[in-house]
């Protein structure tokens, strides 16, 4: 059986020690690198071509995702991620079939996870990276977010921070952005502002608005599932069916 060559990246030093220990019993790798941070997890990989990466997700300066990014297209040919994501970054994980370890590692889920990696390695093309890999990065990388909109009175145009729009809603073709007491017209649809607003931040309430969540002051019940989302300003906007399970999941 051919023995994996793995490099341990966690700027935890005791997480790097549970992962040194836990390998110890497991028979198909060998650690050959340790990294504390990611530009030394990206200059290891370079210089020791691991065939396997245990790779911390939450590091300052450099994260797990960014350091498969810096290495372009020659990543190892494995990545066990080990995170302290909740469970729906995890399902991510799993739904491309890639392997992670949630902290504090659990010594039976890791050797679980070497010996697919160990399977997948006997029956992979040498030196072939996961094709899944992208899919991955692409589905958990952090996205960019607008921080302002350009709005335009006349013919001029100035800057609004997002912080400070309450709401956007439909009108007509276009969006008008609400912003402590003025609106602005925008020439894009709601769908398209959408796209391009946080959704942690921004919720569609129903299928003409949004509502920036840091200006709701409260949310009543209303019939059949509804709610009336009051925004700091005074205005009521009423939730539809279909959107109402946001909120829902918030209020739970």
């Known amino acids: 059986m051919r023995t994996l060559h793995a490099v341990i990246v966690d700027d935890e ?22 990294c504390a941070d990611g530009p030394a997890a990206v200059e290891a990989v370079r ?14 300066g450099m994260d797990g995702f960014a350091v498969l990014e810096a290495l372009g297209p020659r990543p190892p040919a494995q990545v066990i991620f080990v995170t302290a994501y909740d469970r729906y970054a995890v399902r991510a994980f799993e739904v491309n079939a890639l392997d992670y370890l949630l902290k504090p590692v659990d010594p039976e889920r890791l050797g679980a996870a070497v010996r697919r990696a160990v399977d997948r390695a006997a029956h992979a093309a040498p030196g072939g990276a996961d094709p899944r890999l992208e899919a991955l990065l692409e589905m958990v990388r952090p996205r960019s977010f607008a921080r302002r909109i350009v709005v335009r009175e006349g013919g001029s145009a100035s800057f609004v921070a997002v912080e400070r729009v309450g709401r956007v809603e439909a009108d ?10 003025r609106s602005y017209l925008l020439r894009e649809a709601l769908r398209e502002i959408e796209r391009r607003l946080d959704p ?10 949004l509502v920036n969540l840091d200006h709701v002051e409260r949310v009543e019940p209303w019939f059949r599932g509804e709610y009336v989302i009051i925004l700091r300003d005074g205005t009521r906007l009423t939730s539809s069916r279909t959107h109402g399970s946001a909120f829902r999941s918030l209020l739970q």
């Open 172 to 181: 007509g073709n276009h969006v008008r952005i609400h912003v402590e007491g």
């Open 200 to 209: 942690e931040r921004f919720v569609r309430v129903n299928r003409s608005a």
């Open 13 to 34: 030093p005791l997480g790097r020690e549970r992962v040194r220990a836990l390998l110890r019993d497991e028979p198909g790798v060998t650690v050959v690198g340790e």
């Open 47 to 60: 210089r020791l071509e691991p065939d396997l990466l245990f790779l911390d997700v939450q590091m300052p």
